[in-house]
């Protein structure tokens, strides 16, 4: 039984590789990981989630004002971008760059539309992961640093 645990949390982390959800840098920080953080990737991940929705709060906020501030909203977007490279949350970056292309084109509509994009993918991987580290947690921490095949 807990084989099979184990080969389903290999599946579930390589399943997020392949389908472009996580990158190379998501395999550094489980590298970080050890018998004395156990839960660092979760927990670097819990605080990926909570800035993040801090800054699509603040994002959202800027959307709704007129004429919109396209260096202020590169700017969150900037940090945004920065958060989602440092745990390997490769389609919320990717689109983090596509509404800074827009920003700097003065791209209003662009900018709506990327963002609603952002938010789901965001939202994916949040729930994505949620389950990845329940089924981990349940496994122990043998599954860490493992790359996926």
């Excluded at 990737?41 to 501030?69: C, G, H, M, W």
């Amino acid at each position: 039984m807990e084989r099979n645990m184990h080969k389903q949390v290999a599946i579930m982390k390589k399943a997020l590789f392949d389908k472009g959800y996580l990158d190379e840098q998501f395999m550094e920080l489980e590298e970080l990981q050890d018998d004395a953080n156990p839960n660092f990737v979760e927990e670097v991940a819990t605080l990926y989630f909570k800035d993040s929705s801090r800054l699509i709060n603040n994002i959202e906020q800027n959307l709704e004002r007129s004429p919109l501030d396209f260096n202020r909203l590169d700017a969150h977007m900037h940090q945004f971008k920065g958060s989602s490279t440092s745990i390997g949350a490769s389609k919320v970056k990717a689109e983090c760059t596509t509404f800074r292309e827009y920003c700097r084109a003065g791209n209003a509509e662009g900018c709506l539309r990327s963002f609603q994009q952002l938010k789901k993918e965001h939202a994916t991987l949040k729930k994505k992961l949620e389950s990845y580290f329940q089924l981990a947690r349940q496994v122990g921490p043998r599954e860490t640093a493992c790359r996926p095949k």
